[in-house]
């Protein structure tokens, strides 16, 4: 099952960014086991959304290439936190939303599956 996971990354400017994103873009295999990223510049330095195929593709990768690579950029690592989950797979469902019946034309609410 997938799991996300909350990275911030304090102090990182946008130009050490670039600099460790240069270099996982030009060396080596793209990350197994990663879905996407997104990125956000925050005042604490980054903030990402990583989403992976399970927490041990993200742990190999943090270990086996990512931390190398800041560490060698002189950057201090980034903190993750797994994205609390509080739902099984599955267990979100569309909700019913209200809207107007046109076939009926009297312009009354009706519930409708989403």
Known sequence: MAVAFLVEWSGARPDQYQVVMDVLAGGGPAATGNICQIPQLAELGWRFVDVWESEAAFN???????????RAAGIQPPRSLPW???CPPGAVRAPRVARRSAARGTGELVAHPA
Do not use: H, K, N, T
């Not at 190999?60 to 800041?70: T, Y």
């Open 84 to 86: 609390p989950s509080f």
């Open 60 to 70: 190999a990768f943090f270990a086996g290439r990512l931390e190398a690579i800041v």
